[in-house]
């Protein structure tokens, strides 16, 4: 079975600067897709972002940009220029194989942003 | 489109009770996915339909929980007996199958308390 595992329970960044979140997976598919969702207080998940698994460009959504290291199984989250709003807890998730519907979840990083 | 609508947005109940908790999907998704949310575990997949079928429903806890959807637009997921232990945010999805690129689509979720 798929694992999701993002080993940072809690991160803090000052406002403005830049913050990387980890997520780690395994699988022994090779055609599968990522994504990271938040989660503000207001308990809405939220897309951010998705990459997809044969494109070696990293995908990128204005702030928000991965680093997708295949061979690595790794999956991590660069947020720029942070601010207060993405204060949240994030979620990477797995999706993919014969079971195309399935999704993944990690156990979530809180992410405090400082004024 | 109006999102995934679940109702009710929070449930008190006392332990013995009957628990349902209702989910309409975004029209058009023909996948609907049951999470649950608590601290201690993150965020659990129940189960999940495809074309209003049950596909996977490892994660359902016990059998006192069940699942259902009659139709494409509304499903129910319930607890009977409900438990303390079962206080949690439960959330519904709906995603497009057929491609692993299409995210999920996450209800408000139901926050439910039985005391």
């Known amino acids: 079975a798929q694992t999701v595992t993002q080993s940072q329970p809690e991160m803090s960044v000052q406002e403005a600067e830049t913050v990387t979140l980890s997520c780690t997976y395994d699988?022994?598919?090779?055609?599968?897709?990522l994504f990271w969702y938040k989660q503000p207080p207001s308990r809405q998940m939220i897309l951010v972002i998705r990459?997809?698994?044969?494109?070696?460009q990293n995908a990128t959504e204005n702030r928000f940009s991965v680093n997708f290291q295949k061979a690595a199984k790794s999956f991590s989250l660069k947020i720029s220029d942070s601010q207060l709003g993405d204060a949240a807890m994030y979620f990477c998730a797995y999706r993919g194989g014969y079971n195309f519907n399935k999704f993944y979840f990690g156990s979530g990083t809180k992410l405090n942003v400082k004024p | 489109d109006a999102g995934v609508i679940q109702s009710p947005r929070h449930e008190v109940t006392e332990m013995g009770q009957e628990v349902t908790l209702r989910c309409k999907p975004i029209s058009g998704h023909n996948s609907l996915f049951w999470y649950r949310q608590t601290m201690m575990r993150g965020l659990e997949l129940l189960i999940y339909f495809n074309n209003n079928v049950p596909i996977d429903d490892s994660g359902m806890p016990e059998d006192r929980f069940s699942a259902k959807m009659p139709n494409a637009s509304f499903s129910t997921l319930k607890i009977q007996p409900s438990e303390p232990r079962d206080s949690a945010v439960y959330f519904c999805a709906s995603s497009e199958g057929g491609s692993s690129y299409n995210e999920q689509f996450f209800g408000p979720g139901t926050r439910l308390t039985v005391l």
């Open positions: 990459q997809e698994a044969y494109k070696q």
């Open positions: 699988t022994s598919e090779s055609d599968y897709y």
